[in-house]
């Protein structure tokens, strides 16, 4: 069968680094990291997290004009990041009631359950995507994604797919996740925290570092509204590891496979592929599952990096944020450096970038792997 | 939207209740779903001792599926069965409890077996791992059950040969109300 064809056409991301695409690609060509000393939450003293700053957040907030009005209503920290990522990308395109709206995160609004009064439905997830979704004017329902920590470059196969088998034209995507007190405490009672920075691939590596962005793309797939250098989504697969739900797979077996699909899709060979955007947790595992397949694959000469040593593990946001990064990278034919990594610490070895260079990227990878045995690719190339 | 692609089998558990193509097939009275759990994996067979060790929404989904893959699965051959379920909640049945057992700073006992049902798609990893299912699986939430979407995802699988069959439906569960709803399309 004959699908037609997808592209990503516009981006913007949320981070500590920066409030637009540019601000956080000249942070990252200076080697920035948005991974600060943070202390007293909870009962951790202190914690390694790339958190925005409240009042910075609420300067820029306060002075951006929305299509709607904003001083009547009230906002959380995590609904003020995903307005702004999505802001510019609606001001460029018309939603009709053929647009789907894409949602990705895995844990919304959880800080409002702190607060006993607060009605639950807060924290729902639909809740929250409604909220936004009818502020911006979507008609169709929001399709609200949260398949843990792949749920970023799910929601981008996801809108692919939806719009190839003709239920959409085009689709807004909208992805983000904030530092809770929910989630550090659940991260540390699994001994997953870094306690420095973390070192994703390095020999030195000892667990995550969390952090919280936005992150929203918009996809079309009307021909007339393509340019060069726009990006193509060539091919996808999101298969589990059927093995552990908190662990991956030894022999990356779900990574694999799905990397297996989108090549198969895309109907390229696997020399054609120039860069690897991937997970990279920096624990122990999911670092050495990630080599692994990598290698079985015969991708292990590929320039690889991990984006969690600038903005930690922003789990939901995390895959479209660093897809966001990936597009940038090749657009600019220019590979960033995986911040923390010095010596090879996996057992079978990959490409990890170790500088910021010049690399002519056409086809790119992005990966993510996560609770439940989940994993995604993504094959995008980039038109000329 | 045409499709080449039906229902074959489906199952509803609801108020103790179980349905297989909508002939009722078990039924408890006045238990908790824990209880009418627990009677569901006696009745039915099942020796898989994880079982107890799950949260609610994965033992809702888990009993569901039970019902539709015992005979759809091959021992030893690919099953290529793709995984798509919804709900409204997602894990918030679990956050919830999580949230309780970091409330109190005096009383701090956040539990990694919580925290990992703090997420809806493990219930979706369960069900991959009992049945050895290495496929396309994807956890949405709706504020209403949207089978015409589920419907749509799951022929775009197959339609792309990313999957010859298709579990799919809803799986809700928050604080002893819960529906699972689920089919299979092929």
């Not at chain 2, 893959?69 to 051959?77: F, G, M, R, Y």
């Not at chain 2, 999580?98 to 990893?125: H, M, R, W």
């Not at chain 2, 979407?149 to 809803?170: E, P, R």
Request: net charge negative.
């Amino acid at each position: 069968m004959n699908n037609k064809s997808v592209y990503i056409t516009q981006t913007n991301c949320i981070t500590p680094l920066g409030f637009d695409v540019n601000s956080n690609w000249d942070a990252l060509q200076q080697g920035k990291s948005g991974i600060k000393l943070h202390k007293n939450v909870g009962n951790l003293e202190q914690f390694y997290a790339s958190i925005i700053s409240t009042t910075e957040l609420n300067e820029v907030f306060d002075k951006t004009v929305f299509p709607f009005s904003v001083s009547d209503k009230k906002f959380t920290k995590l609904e003020k990041m995903l307005l702004l990522a999505l802001l510019p990308l609606v001001e460029k395109h018309q939603i009709s009631n053929r647009t789907a709206f894409v949602f990705s995160t895995t844990k919304g609004n959880i800080s409002s359950l702190e607060l006993e009064s607060n009605p639950v439905k807060e924290a729902q997830l639909a809740f929250l995507a409604k909220k936004i979704s009818s502020l911006f004017g979507f008609t169709t329902e929001p399709i609200v994604l949260s398949n843990a920590c792949v749920s970023g470059v799910l929601a981008i196969a996801v809108a692919k797919r939806m719009i190839q088998v003709g239920v959409y034209d085009d689709a807004f995507i909208l992805a983000g996740d904030e530092v809770s007190e929910f989630v550090l405490s659940g991260f540390n009672s699994f001994q997953a925290m870094s306690e420095m920075p973390c070192k994703p691939y390095d020999s030195d590596r000892n667990g995550v570092t969390l952090g919280e962005a936005t992150a929203a793309v918009y996809l079309t797939s009307d021909n007339n509204k393509v340019e060069s250098n726009a990006i193509k989504i060539c091919g996808d697969g999101a298969i589990n590891d059927a093995n552990h739900i908190s662990g991956p797979s030894r022999t990356g077996e779900g990574l694999y496979k799905s990397i297996e699909s989108a090549i198969r899709e895309a109907n390229i060979t696997v020399k054609e592929i120039d860069y690897i955007s991937a997970h990279g947790t920096a624990t122990l595992y999911n670092d050495e599952m990630e080599a692994i397949a990598f290698n079985r694959l015969h991708l292990q000469n590929v320039p690889v990096n991990s984006l969690k040593g600038f903005y930690g593990h922003t789990l939901g946001a995390s895959g479209l944020l660093e897809t966001v990064i990936a597009i940038e990278s090749a657009k600019r034919n220019h590979l960033i450096m995986s911040k923390g990594f010095q010596h090879d610490g996996t057992s079978q070895s990959i490409a990890v970038i170790k500088e910021n260079k010049p690399a002519e990227i056409n086809y790119f990878l992005k990966t993510a792997s996560g609770f439940g045995g989940c994993n995604t690719a993504v094959i995008f190339k980039k038109l000329n | 939207m045409k499709s080449q692609f039906t229902i074959t089998n489906s199952c509803k558990i609801e108020s103790n209740i179980i349905f297989f193509n909508e002939e009722k097939i078990f039924e408890t009275e006045g238990d908790s779903f824990a209880e009418f759990a627990k009677s569901v994996y006696k009745k039915f067979g099942i020796n898989y001792p994880k079982f107890f060790k799950m949260d609610n929404l994965s033992k809702l989904a888990f009993l569901a599926s039970e019902v539709l893959l015992s005979e759809q699965i091959i021992a030893e051959a690919e099953n290529n069965v793709a995984l798509v379920f919804a709900n409204r909640s997602s894990s918030l049945d679990t956050d919830v409890k999580f949230q309780q057992s970091i409330d109190d700073k005096e009383n701090y006992y956040p539990s990694p077996a919580v925290f990992v049902y703090t997420l809806p798609n493990i219930c979706v990893g369960e069900i991959s791992i009992k049945h050895q299912l290495k496929s396309e699986n994807a956890f949405f939430v709706f504020e209403e059950n949207n089978e015409v979407f589920l419907t749509q995802y799951a022929t775009s699988l197959l339609q792309n040969k990313k999957a010859t069959k298709v579990l799919c439906g809803w799986v809700e569960y928050f604080d002893e109300s819960y529906l699972a709803k689920l089919f299979i399309v092929e």
